[in-house]
């Protein structure tokens, strides 16, 4: 029995009570302390890893009763032992449906207090347990939604580049739109969590040209404008092919990365700060790295054109706040 070294608290304003409980349990390896008061109890068990207290349901001052619930919402884990006069037996069952776990009667029989002290510290015990397995596995499927996820994203990384691959005039463009529009949210502090979104965003903001007709897309002269409505459907398109894996967030910057800032874009039906801002962001990122490749119909422009075309665009088709942080971050690529 020796070996058992959990702390226990007694608090019983009777000093021979407290001394009689102190000497047996001791003697059954356990560590002891006392508090005569509920306060001295409440202190005790602040400062001191306590795992089970035997508390009497009569005190001068705060009563056992009425210091239970404050034990057990600050201390959940608490073992909690009700010692009471078997006059008081009703109180007692009350109090085991307040979340005590067992009680000992007064006088005691010694032998009983140290069963119902095992049996309180064995299915404490077994709870910490099945809260620790509960963590254990929480944090699993955690880590393994992360992997899957970690493998999703690189299958649609491959899908891309597959996709780029196949068009002499976009290969690498959502890997570049990508790196553009991670360094405008960390110019604008985005937190982690929409950086993670805005990177799927990009990555996959064109995702719905695979249903575009590959002949329009490559066409070398002007297109007409069912064409160019047709070749505009890749973003409602985008939008519908990734919205069953990822959040309606992402789907919604695919959907709207086209939007013009003042709402003069293609059958747009929100503009200014309803376009949600990873698309607002997308859209900046996006025509600069068209506009600084070739194309079928135009050869590329020089970069500072690029800023300028973007500069003169700025309130019109794009947000201007995000301009003003595209500029720094040009300005900072530059230096
Ligand atoms: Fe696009």
Redesign the pocket.
Known sequence: MLEQQETLLIVDDEPGIRNLLHQKLSREGYRCQEAETAEQALNKLAISPIALVILDIKMPGKSGIELLPEIKSAYPDMAVIMATAIIDINVAVECLKQGADDYICKPFNLEEVSLAVQRALEKRRLQLEVREYQQFLEEKVEEQMGEMKKLFLGAIEALVSALEAKDKYTGGHSRRVTEIALALGNELSLSAKDMEDLRWGSLL??I??IAIDQVIQNKPGKLTREEYEHIMT??SV?AHIVKPVVNGKISEMIEH??DHYDGSGLHQVIAGSDIPLGARIIAIA?AFDAMTSDRPYRSAMSISEAIDEIKRCAGTQFDPDIVTAFLKTAETART
């Open positions: 903001h064109d719905g040209k890749h973003a985008g990365h086209h996006d």
